[in-house]
């Protein structure tokens, strides 16, 4: 299916319209750039994506800070989920159908089809529908009523359309979880839990999930006919998942720390979590991002002696060492661990943090580099270059990787003045100002495009 998709949004298309997607979504939602925690969901991610029946298709899979109940699939194959959906996870397998769900929306080609069916009625533009969409992930309510406008007489049709898509991202999702290792079974268990959400809610606090996937009780029970039919599944949650959500369900979307410190402290004295080392541990970052740092050193502690080869307790020390400003000792943790895990991106951004904090610019330039190629994508890795740049006394270099930070997140107005900026610098040699040009004709050409496709 989908085939014909093709035929109006090519894969190309697909791709620059993905990019300018990714810049709406970082200038308009706070996504989690921790190597870690994005460690943690590309892995699931790439895993569902890898068994998938399109599996050469490229993918982004990447956390957004924000409580509300939602994940969302946008072109170019961009799929996030919010941590408010993470935290209402009981398991892994849970999670991995959120992943599933929407994987299968790319690989089934819906968002293209969809151009296609709008196309042949002759009604909303592309840049119209694109932008619904993006409001859609910023704001569900509101961009479910923004669709719905430029869908104009084609509103019933387009409905249908979206609840077939919805019913064979079931279907293709579940095989897909049984190929992957998950439980398939967990599947109606979290349809049955959103539903509940949605009766006990009071009309506008409604899961956002259940609004770009409503789900129905035929949809409950079809997938509970579906997953029957397959074997019983002993899929047991991995580390990574139990110290991930633990991480998320502590220090992503509450405006109360202290009642929060309350509440793991109750729940570690009376036992009452899924995993004792991942409580303590998100217990832990949750006191650091409160700066008690004695009782998250003790925490930490606690971890080092039950595991202290686990990386993710050996990160959260050299956090703590730099926190602390121990910057001497952060170097001594960060290199000895690169040297158990010398491709961890965690640890290469936290050695040449702690080596630009302990005034040594020019080792922490080399480190940093090392980060961006591997995570070119990432906007604070320039960020933190531009930085180490300008301690270097190197300015053309500055606003270079100030450009690449502003153009990364999503700001290319801002990407290009930066670029400007460098090429009035003194000093410029031939080769770096050709660099400079040629790159500014890149962000003035995909301003020139986000312009077309959003309007501007």
Known sequence: MGASASNVFSPELDRRVGAAFMRQIRRNMNVIDDPEMRAYVRSMGLK????????????????????????FAGPGGNIAVNSGLVKITDSESELASVFAHEISHVTQRHLPRAFERQAQLSTPTMAAMVGAIILAAVNPQAGQAALMGVQGASAQMQIDFTRANEKE???????????????????????????????????????????????????????????EKLPKSTYRDSLGYLHFAARVRATMGSKLPGKMIKDF????????????AAHRYGYAYLLLSANQLSAAAEQNRWLLNYAADYMPYRVLNIRLKLAKREF??????TTNSLELFPQNNALILLLAEALFLNNQPGRAGVVIDRFISNNIEIPGGYQLRARIAAANGRAIEAYQMEAEYH??????????????????????????LSKIENRLRFFQSELAAENEIFGG
């Open 328 to 333: 001497t000792a952060a170097i001594t943790a």
């Open 265 to 276: 402290k109750k729940k570690l004295e009376t036992g009452n979590y899924p995993d004792e």
């Open 169 to 227: 991202a079931d279907r293709v999702g579940v095989q897909l979880m049984q190929r992957s290792g998950y439980d398939p079974h967990a599947v109606p268990g979290f349809f049955s839990k959103m539903a509940d959400a949605s009766k006990y809610s009071r009309g506008n606090d409604i899961p956002e999930f259940l609004l770009t996937h409503p789900v129905t009780s035929s949809r409950i029970s079809e997938a509970q006919s579906r997953v």
């Open 407 to 432: 153009y990364w997140g999503g700001y290319l107005q801002q990407g290009i003045a930066a670029l400007r900026e460098a090429a009035r610098q003194d000093g410029l040699d031939f080769i770096t």
């Open 48 to 71: 569902l994506a890898s068994n998938s029946n399109n599996a050469g298709l490229r993918f982004n899979f990447f956390l957004v800070e924000n409580p509300v109940i939602n994940a």
